[in-house]
């Protein structure tokens, strides 16, 4: 993305950016914030058991401060030496549960001591409203994040340092329910900036309109259209994505919710455009009241919420699962794994991301975590690379 590189194959040509993609506001903010969460699909009974921070109230305001501070170690930075890390962050949450009110403030500071060129530092800012009236929930939100990126995201090329972006980010959604029907549009932006390198920044638009059945029971039947547009600083790159989606969603209370959905997606380009069969699939279940588990399929025509000026045809599974202990201990797992098969070329990637988390709440005020975190990416236009990455780390808040 800071660099844009042509790679001649033969009769076409590739342009291979870094990408930002990994970045997203959706995987650094807490479910608290109304537009950017993904909860969830059943409200697991175990969690009103954890202790939570009281922080400090006012009215029905609530705001949490955090500090939370890490030791750890990374066995490949941005594929360098290996180095120590520790890293600081202080964090901010308020919110309003009545107006549906959620604001969060965070920074964060990552050092490598072995290696200072892969420092990394960073700031977040988000809130949203989400508004309940009768027979409609309207939700507005925007979001700030300026930090650096890697090279573990698709479309990318391998870069050895950290790069500076920032992206600002605003959406809005509405819920209308008539009777047996629902309508639910969205409607995003984000714009992305690279400091020194103007000619890097993207604005992506995405539209999307989802029409519900719900006959009274379990099933509710789907109709998703979705549209979304990349403008790019260089003409030619722009794209224009459209889809078409129908399924179903299938909940059993306090049990699992399951939704279908598959169709056809058209990406369009100065540099070529492709159409192909698309779906997704999404599992939440709760086998007894101590676990959780999520599991995520799709096939897409490039990630719609991912920064990239080539197309590709993307096949995804995404898993976690959560358990607590009668102790209060939460274990956490996740892992994603990515291909992308890029359009008009033999070019291919995989990447690969699984999250081990173990939360230990000592008291309303101490919490202790331990995590590992493994990635790998292998591409037949890069060199595999792969990174170990330990930590422990102590939070304290009010």
């Not at 479309?155 to 819920?175: C, E, G, K, Y």
């Not at 789907?222 to 030619?236: F, I, M, Y």
């Not at 607590?324 to 990447?351: G, M, N």
């Amino acid at each position: 993305m800071c660099k844009k590189t042509c790679i001649g194959l033969g009769s076409f040509l590739a342009l291979i950016p870094a990408s930002a993609g990994a970045q997203l506001l959706g995987s650094v903010l807490p479910d608290d914030i109304p537009g950017y969460s993904q909860p969830f699909g059943m409200q697991p009974n175990h969690a009103l058991a954890r202790p939570q921070p009281t922080g400090l109230q006012l009215g029905g305001v609530s705001a949490t401060p955090a500090f939370m501070l890490s030791k750890g170690y990374d066995s490949a930075p941005n594929g360098a030496a290996p180095s120590s890390v520790t890293s600081a962050v202080p964090s901010l949450l308020v919110r309003d549960d009545i107006l549906g009110f959620g604001a969060f403030a965070a920074a964060n500071l990552d050092q490598f001591p072995q290696d200072s060129a892969q420092n990394t530092s960073g700031i977040t800012l988000a809130a949203g409203e989400r508004a309940m009236l009768p027979d409609e929930r309207i939700t507005l939100s925007a979001g700030y994040l300026a930090t650096q990126e890697t090279g573990f995201a698709l479309d990318t090329v391998a870069i050895t340092r950290p790069l500076w972006f920032n992206l600002r980010d605003v959406r809005a959604s509405d819920v209308l329910t008539a009777g047996m029907f629902s309508l639910t549009p969205k409607i995003s932006a984000t714009f992305y900036h690279f400091p020194g390198a103007g000619r890097q920044d993207q604005n992506i638009r995405n539209e999307q309109l989802t029409t519900a059945y719900l006959p009274g029971g379990p099933i509710q039947l789907l109709l998703r259209l979705q549209a979304g547009q990349t403008r790019d600083q260089q003409a030619q790159l722009n794209t224009q994505t459209n889809e078409v989606l129908a399924g179903l969603v299938d909940t059993a209370n306090g049990l699992w919710r399951v939704s279908l959905l598959a169709g056809i997606a058209q990406r369009q380009a100065s540099l070529g455009g492709t159409s192909a069969p698309v779906a997704q699939a999404r599992l939440d279940w709760m086998p007894t009241e101590l676990d959780e588990l999520h599991l995520t399929l799709a096939r897409e025509v490039t990630d719609p919420n991912q920064l990239s000026t080539v197309g590709y045809t993307l096949t995804e599974a995404e898993f976690s699962a959560r358990h607590s202990f009668p102790a209060r201990i939460t274990l956490k797992f996740t892992a994603d794994v990515s291909h992308a098969h890029y359009d008009q070329s033999p070019l291919c990637e995989t990447l690969v991301t699984s999250d081990a988390n173990l939360a230990w709440p000592l008291n309303r005020n101490l919490a202790v975590s331990a995590e590992y975190i493994f990635r790998d990416r292998q591409a037949n236009y890069l060199r595999a690379a792969n990174e170990h990455v330990f930590t422990l780390g102590l939070t304290w808040s009010p």
